[in-house]
T-cell receptor, first 115, second 113 residues
């Protein structure tokens, strides 16, 4: 059973471009969480999604950021018009149900660099 | 809102030394508590967790943590560290009423051989 997959592992974008980060949850997992880790910071919750639904987006910046988890395919975190401050490691985690009593399995992360 | 505070950003120890990493959280309700570890170049992994019951929790690789409710603390301990314990350690809390995990800023542990 493959773990949580994220791609790309490294992404370089110029200011103003769009960044698309993909997360494929573990087989059988229908819940995905996105976290951002800024330099010298811990992981900060961004958004929690179930298939085709956003459950909690309280950690998402109000502008330029969006997330989806379609019925088929990976979850996508999209950042429009990137700025230098978006440079960070973005991690996703998946779980088989909404309660964190089932532990979240983390992916390897995507390191975004904005030049 | 919940928050997690880890007392040390960097810790350097020699092999065989004892380890204690501090973690305090702020939240008035019932919580689940976690310690995660990220070895260099690897994924974040769960080290141990507390949901209920015995406040002394044993995890993988000889780690343990004690939940002290009155102090809002969940410190991580290991009696004798090894070079392979070099990693970054994150304390995290989840309020039972929701599904978010709130992480601390992490502690980088460096073990000298």
């Amino acid at each position: 059973n493959a773990g949580v997959m994220q791609n790309p592992r490294h992404l370089v974008r110029r200011r103003g471009q769009e960044a698309r980060l993909r997360c494929s949850p573990m087989k059988g997992h229908s819940h995905v969480y996105w976290y951002r880790q800024l330099p010298e910071e811990g992981l900060k919750f961004m958004v929690y999604l179930q298939k085709e639904n956003i459950i909690d987006e309280s950690g998402m910046p109000k502008e330029r950021f969006s997330a989806e988890f379609p019925k088929e395919g990976p979850s996508i975190l999209r950042i429009q018009q990137v700025v230098r401050g978006d440079s960070a490691a973005y991690f996703c985690a998946s779980s088989p149900e909404g309660q964190v009593l089932r532990k979240q399995y983390f992916g390897p992360g995507t390191r975004l660099t904005v030049t | 809102a919940q928050s997690v505070s880890q007392h040390n950003h960097h810790v350097i120890l020699s092999e065989a030394a004892s380890l204690e990493l501090g973690c305090n959280y702020s939240y008035g309700g019932t919580v689940n508590l976690f310690w995660y570890v990220q070895y260099p170049g690897q994924h974040l992994q769960l080290l141990l967790k507390y949901f209920s019951g015995d406040p002394l929790v044993k995890g993988i690789k000889g780690f343990e943590a004690e939940f002290i409710k009155s102090k809002f603390s969940f410190n991580l301990r290991k009696p004798s560290v090894q070079w392979s314990d070099t990693a970054e350690y994150f304390c995290a809390v989840n309020a039972r009423r929701d599904d978010k995990i709130i992480f601390g800023k992490g502690t980088r542990l460096h073990i000298l051989p």
